[in-house]
């Protein structure tokens, strides 16, 4: 059972930048590694992932060019750079491993999931 713990979350303006950190309790090389958020009111939706070995990036449409994933597999932790943040990218972002994750995001993918961290941003 690995255990995920996301920080980093915060409320900022319109405009700036968040860096959120997932670490994992164990090993991640061996799996795909995503982000989704759930905003009030809404489901919850894919944001970005990264694949093992971090060889493939995919995002959804709203926050293409201005998010970027990566992983360091030595630390056991996925990151979501977020830069230009709108309101509308006021959620909680949850991170989550899956074994065989794929570009389309499915929730069904993955394995294990954080408790999330609320990020909040102001006009």
């Known amino acids: 059972q690995v255990q995920l713990v996301e920080s980093g979350g915060g409320l900022v303006q319109a405009g700036a930048s968040l860096r959120l950190s997932c670490t994992a309790s164990?090993?991640?090389?061996?799996?795909?590694a995503g982000w989704f958020r759930q905003a009030p009111g809404k489901q919850r939706e894919f944001v970005a992932n990264?694949?093992?070995?971090?060889?493939?990036?995919y995002y959804t449409h709203p926050v293409r060019g201005r998010f970027f994933v990566s992983r360091d597999d030595a630390l056991n932790t996925v990151y979501l750079q977020m830069n230009d943040l709108m309101p509308e990218d006021t959620a909680i972002y949850y991170c989550?491993?899956?074994?065989?994750?794929?570009?389309?995001?499915?929730?069904?993918?993955?394995?294990?999931w954080g408790q999330g961290t609320q990020v909040t941003v102001s006009s």
């Open positions: 989550a491993l899956g074994s065989q994750t794929t570009p389309y995001g499915f929730e069904s993918e993955y394995d294990y």
């Open positions: 164990g090993d991640i090389t061996a799996y795909g």
């Open positions: 990264i694949k093992r070995g971090g060889g493939g990036r």
